[in-house]
C-alpha cells in the first residue's frame, strides 16, 4: 500500500494563485489508465471513492497503485507518482510533465480575461530559464476554464509545450486531456 502525503497537491481550481488545493475541496482519485477509482483507495483508513482536503489545504490518503490521477471538481488534473517510487521528484519531472501543471512554473502577474480565465503569464523553468504561458482557447461554455495552451522554453523560445484542446463534460470537467505536444 503506497500512501500519500501532500500539503500542496498540484490540482487547482484558478491557474496562477498560490493555493493549490482548496480547503475542504473533494478531489476524485482514479487510475489514470481507465478513469475508475484508484485500486485500495483509503482516507483515514476507511475505503472512499473521493478524498477531501482538510481545513488547512492538505490532504492524506493511500493506494494500492503506484500512479494515479488527481482530479478537481473544475476539473483540472494532476497525475501523482508514489513518493516510494520516485527519488527526486523535480530532477526526474520532463518538461513535458511540467506543462501539464503550468501553475508550477507561473511566476510574476497572470493575466486574466474578463471570466478568470488566465490569459497569459511570466514562467521560469526548474533549471531557470524563462518563457511564457499563453492561453490558446479560453471556454466560452465554462467561463474562466482554458481549454488550450501553451507555455515556451527559453527566450528566445527553444521549445513551445502545447496543450491540445481538451473536452469537457456538460459539468465543465474535462473528460479527454491530450497529451502535450512539443515543437
Same mark, same amino acid.
Request: hydrophobic letters at 35%; zero cysteines.
Given at each position: 500500500?503506497?500512501?500519500?502525503?501532500?500539503?500542496?497537491?498540484?490540482?487547482?481550481?484558478?491557474?496562477?494563485?498560490?493555493?493549490?488545493?482548496?480547503?475542504?475541496?473533494?478531489?476524485?482519485?482514479?487510475?489514470?489508465?481507465?478513469?475508475?477509482?484508484?485500486?485500495?483507495?483509503?482516507?483515514?483508513?476507511?475505503?472512499?471513492?473521493?478524498?477531501?482536503?482538510?481545513?488547512?489545504?492538505?490532504?492524506?490518503?493511500?493506494?494500492?497503485?503506484?500512479?494515479?490521477?488527481?482530479?478537481?471538481?473544475?476539473?483540472?488534473?494532476?497525475?501523482?507518482?508514489?513518493?516510494?517510487?520516485?527519488?527526486?521528484?523535480?530532477?526526474?519531472?520532463?518538461?513535458?510533465?511540467?506543462?501539464?501543471?503550468?501553475?508550477?512554473?507561473?511566476?510574476?502577474?497572470?493575466?486574466?480575461?474578463?471570466? *478568470? /480565465?488566465?490569459? !497569459?503569464?511570466?514562467?521560469?523553468?526548474?533549471?531557470? $530559464?524563462?518563457? +511564457? =504561458? @499563453?492561453?490558446?482557447? #479560453?471556454?466560452?461554455?465554462?467561463? *474562466? /476554464?482554458?481549454? !488550450?495552451?501553451?507555455?515556451?522554453?527559453?527566450?528566445? $523560445?527553444?521549445? +513551445? =509545450? @502545447?496543450?491540445?484542446? #481538451?473536452?469537457?463534460?456538460?459539468? *465543465? /470537467?474535462?473528460?479527454?486531456?491530450?497529451?502535450?505536444?512539443?515543437?
Amino acid at each position: 500500500m503506497t500512501v500519500y502525503t501532500y500539503s500542496q497537491v498540484l490540482v487547482w481550481d484558478n491557474l496562477g494563485g498560490g493555493v493549490r488545493v482548496a480547503r475542504n475541496q473533494r478531489i476524485t482519485v482514479t487510475d489514470p489508465a481507465t478513469g475508475a477509482v484508484a485500486a485500495g483507495l483509503t482516507q483515514s483508513g476507511q475505503p472512499v471513492t473521493s478524498v477531501t482536503s482538510d481545513g488547512d489545504g492538505h490532504v492524506t490518503f493511500a493506494s494500492t497503485m503506484g500512479v494515479v490521477r488527481l482530479t478537481s471538481a473544475r476539473g483540472f488534473w494532476q497525475d501523482a507518482e508514489s513518493p516510494d517510487l520516485r527519488t527526486n521528484a523535480t530532477a526526474s519531472t520532463s518538461q513535458a510533465t511540467l506543462a501539464r501543471t503550468p501553475d508550477s512554473l507561473i511566476t510574476g502577474t497572470v493575466t486574466r480575461d474578463a471570466n *478568470g /480565465a488566465a490569459t !497569459s503569464a511570466p514562467v521560469v523553468w526548474p533549471d531557470g $530559464a524563462p518563457g +511564457t =504561458y @499563453t492561453a490558446l482557447i #479560453v471556454s466560452t461554455t465554462f467561463p *474562466g /476554464a482554458v481549454d !488550450s495552451y501553451k507555455i515556451t522554453y527559453g527566450s528566445p $523560445a527553444t521549445k +513551445t =509545450y @502545447t496543450q491540445p484542446t #481538451v473536452t469537457r463534460d456538460t459539468n *465543465g /470537467a474535462a473528460i479527454t486531456v491530450p497529451a502535450i505536444t512539443v515543437s
